[in-house]
């Protein structure tokens, strides 16, 4: 009897090992859930920080496109003056030109229309005068 209990006691050893085992695996499967419990919580807070500044950087990006959109309109606004500004500025110029160059024609002497213009007054002027010397109408 005694060794039936011997070997009772030894099965029951074994089967006493291996519970031992099997809760010394549950317990590191306990551990590892804890730590996967925590790692997904950190990942879930992790992934809200993210969606926020998802979020702002979409924000950012849409505000970004309307201020270049904005930037464009008035280029486009401020191209379009430049232009008619230009044309105006080219009638200015060409009026000037105009201006200066009769300004310059009036300016110039013409010797020629001097003389076709007094000489012959003059010449006429000085031939009575010696006419009238040479009749001594006057002395």
Not at 56 to 70: Q, R
Not at 83 to 106: G, H, P, Q, Y
């Amino acid at each position: 009897m005694e060794q039936k209990h011997e070997t009772r006691i030894s099965k029951l050893e074994t089967k006493v090992d291996i519970i031992e085992k099997k809760v010394d695996d549950f317990s590191d499967m306990a551990e590892a859930i804890i730590k996967l419990t925590l790692l997904s919580e950190q990942q879930i807070k992790r992934n809200k920080k993210f969606d926020e500044l998802y979020e702002k950087v979409i924000i950012s990006n849409i505000e970004f496109s309307s201020t270049l959109k904005i930037i464009d309109e008035n280029l486009t606004c401020m191209n379009e003056e430049l232009k008619v500004a230009n044309k105006r500025i080219s009638n200015l110029e060409s009026k000037v030109d105009k201006k200066f160059s009769s300004l310059n024609n009036k300016s110039k002497v013409d010797l020629w229309n001097i003389i076709k213009k007094y000489i012959p007054a003059l010449l006429i002027g000085g031939v009575s005068f010696w006419i009238l010397k040479l009749l001594e109408i006057i002395k």
